[in-house]
């Protein structure tokens, strides 16, 4: 089984409903949670403990709420500060190589807002293209982003059953694209669909 640790990026969980309802189902779940607001200090975080974290896991998975279309300062800061050259990247820097990358994201919009067309004008996978970058980049597998629209109107109970749902997700085994391509042409085979004509 897959070791995950969830970085939660929300700068306040006092104000939350939705992000310390993921991480209350989530560490029910026995999954390490880290809140990056109770590690940083005036000076910035400790790379090294924050590096050693990382080093500790298989999955990581970045839980924020989406503030201007992105990830909240607070998480901007510790991924500048903690994929650092020689351990991120460059020279010797492989150490986030081939760990997952999972991104969950409450968001406080319709999904309908979220596509071209609707008042967002793009999707959500589309917005948080610049994480996608840094996983590659670093040699990281990203996964799908998990998002969790309307949090800001959801009831208690539907806030319970979608946490629960990330919590699930969070902890299964997710197929690469790889193995996802690999599957729908072994489909194709399987029902005699010539996919080029």
């Known amino acids: 089984m897959k070791k995950v640790i969830v970085i939660s ?47 500790a896991h298989d999955r990581i998975v970045l839980l924020f709420p989406l503030y201007w279309y992105s990830c909240p300062a607070i998480m901007k800061q510790w991924i500048d500060e903690v994929f650092a050259p020689g351990y991120a990247y460059a020279r010797g820097g492989d150490e986030l190589k081939d760990k997952e990358f999972m991104i969950v994201a409450t968001v406080g919009a319709p999904s309908t807002g979220y596509r071209a067309g609707g008042f967002n004008r793009y999707t959500l996978d589309e917005l ?41 997700l969070v902890m299964e085994d997710q197929a690469s694209a790889d193995q996802l391509y690999e599957n729908m042409l072994l489909q194709a085979e399987q029902a005699q669909i010539a996919l080029l004509q």
């Not at 104000?15 to 949670?33: L, Y």
């Open 9 to 55: 990026g929300h700068p306040d969980l006092s104000i939350s409903r939705v992000n310390i309802a993921i991480i209350s189902k989530i560490s029910h779940r026995g999954v390490k949670v880290h809140s990056l607001a109770s590690a940083v200090t005036p000076t910035g975080f400790d790379i090294r403990a924050e590096q050693a974290l990382l080093d």
């Open 128 to 168: 948080l293209r610049p994480l996608q970058q840094t996983v590659a980049y670093v040699k990281g597998i990203y996964l799908p982003v998990v998002g969790v629209y309307e949090s800001v109107f959801i009831d208690d109970e539907l806030i319970d059953v979608a946490a629960q749902n990330v919590a699930e």
